[in-house]
Every structure is written in C-alpha cells, then in structure tokens.
C-alpha cells in the first residue's frame, strides 16, 4: 500500500488523515459528483430521446430509473466483490463498465437498448465505483472523517450544475 497506514477497524492502525488520503477524497468527489449527476443530467435529453425513439415520457424516465435502481439496488453485491477482491479492482471493473455502457448507448437503435446500455451497464459501472470510493475515503480518514465525508458528497451538486450544462451544449452541437 506504499507505506500508508490504513483504518481496516480491526488492526487498531490509525488511519493517515491526510497524505495520499487529500487524492483518495478528490476521487470520491469526482465519483459522487458523476453517481449523482448521471441519472438526473439524462433529463436534459428526455425530448430528444423521445422525439429518437418515438416514445413517451414514462418509457423515457425508465432510463433514470433503472439506472439509480443499479446504483442504490447492488450495494450486497459490491460488498461481496470488495471483501473478495478489495476496492480498488471492482472499481477498475466499474469504471470499464460505467465507460462501455456509454459508448455502447451511442449506438441504440431502440429506447431498449438504452435501458440495458445506460441502465443496467453503466448503473452497474457507477456502483462498482460508488460503493467503494465510500470505503476507501474512510480508510484514509479518521479524525478529518466528517470533514472528507462532506467534501465528497460536495460532488454531487458541484458535478449536477456543470454536467446540465454541459448536456445543454451536447444537445447544441
């Protein structure tokens, strides 16, 4: 682990706060930021993805759907592949998945494939990250932990107002 003392809450090691911890909570942040940002930035195409796929507005909210139901529906399996194989793998893992999703998504031809493409994959991508990137912060953090724990979830309202518009200038070009 390079030299970095790590809380694992069974071996009494106190946890670094601070160090390598500073670029583990920029991380969380990002991912936080991305995890909640995703789903609710998809409204900004609701128009376009119904006028694309000639559906209404309740097949189109499924994809929103779906995919915080893979975000929040899968935290026993990601506790499963962490305590099997550690945080930083399934996050590897997710963030292929989470990427594959999208780019396969840019290539649907039915609003179906989006509910499997940004739904499942990607809303699977984003908990393999989610999850862990919460355990990771507080293996880094003990006394500073509220502090690291705010600053992370300080991601979400930072990432939803930059990616609304930056959905708006995607739907421009």
């Known amino acids: 682990m390079g030299g970095v003392a790590l809380d694992d809450g069974s071996s009494g090691v ?22 909640y940002a995703f789903p609710k930035a998809v409204s900004v195409f609701f128009k376009e993805l119904i006028r694309e796929f000639e559906v209404g507005y309740s097949d189109t909210a499924w994809i929103s ?16 592949l962490v305590n099997r194989f550690g945080c ?35 809303g699977l991508g984003m908990a393999l990250n989610f999850q862990p990137s919460l355990i990771m912060l507080n293996r880094y953090f003990s006394e500073k932990r509220p502090l ?25 070009m």
Do not use: Q
């Open 148 to 172: 690291a724990n705010g600053l992370a979830a300080a991601g979400s309202p930072v990432a939803l107002r930059l990616r609304n518009k930056e959905s708006y200038m995607l739907l421009r």
């Open 65 to 80: 759907s779906i995919l915080l139901a893979m975000l929040y529906g899968t935290g026993p399996l990601c506790s499963i």
């Open 14 to 35: 106190k946890a670094p706060d601070g160090g390598w911890g500073w670029a583990v909570l920029f991380g969380c942040f990002i991912i936080t930021g991305f995890s």
């Open 88 to 122: 930083r793998p399934v996050m590897l893992v997710g963030g292929l998945f989470a990427s594959l999703g999208m780019v396969l998504a840019s290539f649907a031809t039915s609003i179906m494939h989006i509910y499997l493409c940004t739904g499942v994959i990607t």
